[in-house]
């Protein structure tokens, strides 16, 4: 059996893209003999982030990792995200002189840029370049870096990353799927066009875009975060169900006519392909996820305007959102993952 440990900051309890991510790989790792161990925050003596309560920061996690890796012996290392957990295991593995691999899952930089300005008021000219500097300087110590779309490869590669490998992300048609009955349907009595977002209700999702759209019929939210009391307060028009688990969320995308993703900092966008699987076509900014993910035109519409993307969107095939979501398989991301670890000597 091989042997090996990722490092990452998000995991359960929190649920975001990273988590499940890692939730539909890790299953796929075990039927091909790996043992898997998760390496996280919870493990060690930690506290939240104070604007992100559910984010746990690890502290004095090094000594620790340095004895799991002693006794665990493990086959390969894959750090998944860049935080203290990630850090200290970078740290373990050079003094080791271990091979590792990186991912780039989050985009710092642009998030780090946000919000300062929210904190101060102020735009820094030298915050993005210096984050982008301290992005590069972490991966390039790894033996590979797994990315998720093309544009983000590039974007990586123009940071001076070398050996920057694509890992596709995927979708479980067989959960996210359009049903001819849906409760969210019976519940809400929903005045349509539905338009939907579901995220994190927080500031780097730009989800206040979508809320101040003038568009007609109901405007759905599912997700929780760190705006979504002050965002119920304020968007009276719109719909707030909280969080959902996953057959709920195809339940009400089953209910809903277009997806909108009002994101400009993502990397990919998971969500984006779920909706597109229950044959919602998508909204969206033409920023890399989208871009990369989304034929203008066919199952979505990519413009400056939001509005008038959503729009247009009304006109499309629900038929060919689920064809371009098929194209995407958690087993090819799995795959991509195992072909691109490397043995850590």
Wanted: proline share 5%; charged share 25%.
């Amino acid at each position: 059996m091989k042997k090996i440990v990722i490092a990452t900051e998000s995991w359960h309890p929190m649920l975001n893209g990273v988590v499940k991510t890692l939730d539909n790989i890790i299953p796929f790792l075990e039927k091909n003999d790996f043992d898997v161990t998760i390496v996280h925050p919870r493990l060690f003596l930690n506290v939240p982030v104070f604007f992100y309560p559910e984010f746990r920061l690890a502290l004095f996690a090094k000594r620790k990792i340095k004895k799991m890796i002693e006794e665990i012996k493990p086959d390969y290392i894959h750090i998944e995200t860049e935080d203290p957990v990630g850090f200290a295991m970078r740290s373990v593995c050079l003094k080791k002189k271990l091979n590792f691999t990186t991912a780039i899952t989050t985009n710092f930089p642009e998030y780090s840029e946000i919000y300062f300005k929210k904190w101060t008021g102020f735009f820094s000219p030298f915050l993005l370049p210096y984050t982008k500097k301290c992005l590069s300087w972490f991966h390039r110590a790894g033996s590979k870096t797994m990315v998720s779309t093309k544009t983000l490869k590039k974007e990586a590669e123009s940071c001076g990353l070398k050996n920057v490998v694509i890992r596709p992300l995927g979708v479980a048609p067989e959960i996210f799927f359009r049903k001819q009955e849906s409760f969210a349907t019976k519940q809400y009595n929903f005045k349509h066009p539905v338009f939907v977002f579901l995220g994190r209700l927080a500031k780097e999702k730009n989800i206040e875009e979508f809320l101040k759209c003038d568009l007609p019929g109901t405007k759905l939210v599912i997700g929780d975060g760190p705006l979504k009391k002050q965002f119920e307060k304020k968007y009276k028009d719109a719909l707030f169900v909280g969080w959902k688990n996953e057959k709920d969320i195809a339940d009400y995308f089953s209910a809903c006519d277009v997806f909108v993703f009002p994101s400009t900092t993502d990397t990919f966008g998971i969500a984006i392909i779920e909706a597109l699987s229950c044959g919602l076509p998508v909204a969206a900014h033409n920023v890399m996820g989208p871009k990369d993910i989304i034929t203008n035109g066919v199952d979505g519409y990519l413009e400056e305007d939001l509005k008038q993307a959503a729009i247009k969107c009304l006109n499309l095939s629900k038929e060919d959102c689920r064809k371009k979501a098929l194209k995407f398989s958690w087993d090819s991301s799995a795959e991509s993952f195992i072909n691109n670890l490397v043995k850590v000597k």
